[in-house]
């Protein structure tokens, strides 16, 4: 009788170890499963903004949304393509890396939306994918600290570059591209448009439509440029933003 009674205290403890261990184990798990997810999770909001990110996981397989009115902007490090031929590779890139993560906290800081960077250009927008009122004067905020900090920036690593940019206020259409690497970007004529405006534009200098220039004429100053040709559209006035306007 009290082998039998030994032996059952004894099963019970071995069942007790058993389950214990089972659940550890299964909670181990699950924080290692959790902590991937969240690993996948914070790259997917890396590459795509959150409301695209969750209809990408909802398995949607076209993700397009036309804007009515945003706010774009495209900046080009003038000069920085020359230094590719007289400096280290890694170097190259990690003053690229630098100034571009200094613009991706600018962005963050004003809440717009880093599109993409293609080679030592940089484009970011204003809108969506959550609209916002105010869109067209925070790209031109974030367009005043952009060309200090690349000042401060190539003064201090002693290089000749300056930024140009353009800036222009319109509809597109945005959306995901691509079954691998995809990317979310932006369509429309707006997006030609504000790629003109850096083109055509003045190293140093932010160069505005008049659809931009009409929002933001009474918060910021600016000097009109002569006529111009862009391609495409012709003969058009642009202007030259050159800050914000002080109220004393």
Do not use: C
Request: aromatic share 10%; glycine share 6%.
């Amino acid at each position: 009788m009290e082998i039998a009674v030994r032996e059952a205290k004894l099963n019970k403890k071995k069942f007790y170890a058993g389950t214990f261990r089972d659940i550890s184990e299964r909670k181990k798990a699950e924080n290692t499963l959790f902590l991937e997810q969240e690993k996948s999770e914070k790259l997917l909001l890396n590459i795509l903004p959150k409301p695209i990110a969750d209809k990408l996981k909802e398995n949607q397989d076209i993700i397009a949304e036309g804007f009515a009115e945003v706010t774009v902007l495209f900046a080009d490090l003038v000069g920085f393509t020359q230094l590719a031929s007289s400096v280290h590779p890694e170097r190259l890139v990690y003053w690229l890396n630098e100034i571009f993560s200094r613009f991706d906290l600018l962005a963050q800081k004003y809440g717009l939306e880093k599109i993409k960077t293609i080679g030592d250009a940089y484009m970011v927008v204003g809108g969506l994918p959550i609209p916002m009122e105010n869109h067209a004067e925070a790209i031109a905020l974030m367009t005043i600290d952009m060309l200090e900090e690349s000042a401060d920036f190539a003064n201090r690593i002693q290089q000749n570059f300056r930024m140009r940019i353009g800036i222009n206020t319109g509809p597109v259409v945005a959306g995901v591209i691509g079954r691998k690497k995809f990317i979310y970007d932006l369509w429309g004529d707006t997006v030609n448009l504000t790629s003109r405006m850096e083109s055509k534009g003045i190293p140093g200098v932010t160069q505005v439509t008049e659809a931009t220039y009409q929002i933001l004429q009474h918060k910021f100053l600016f000097r009109e440029r002569r006529i111009i040709d862009i391609k495409g559209k012709g003969y058009m006035k642009t202007y030259f933003l050159q800050g914000k306007k002080s109220y004393s």
